[in-house]
């Protein structure tokens, strides 16, 4: 099974950096650091799924990936 993509970034205006998984919606965590926004993510997705699997709810399969562009000489 393929894990969910995590992205990470920093947030000026937050102060701190933003982690998101974009194939379960609304799942996103702070951290003053990135391995902070990292496990609070992780955090979050174990939370995410649990409240989907009592719910009844569908767990969406592990499906965004993001596109990578290399300069090309």
Do not use: T
Request: hydrophobic share 40%; aromatic share 10%; with cysteine.
């Amino acid at each position: 099974m393929k894990d969910y993509h995590i992205n990470i970034f920093y947030s000026e205006e937050d102060g701190g950096y933003i982690a998101d998984i974009p194939d379960l919606e609304a799942c996103s965590a702070f951290g003053k650091s990135a391995s902070e926004a990292l496990a609070e993510v992780e955090i979050a997705k174990s939370a995410w799924l649990e409240a989907a699997k009592e719910e009844g709810k569908s767990i969406p399969k592990a499906r965004y990936r993001p596109l990578i562009y290399q300069a090309v000489s």
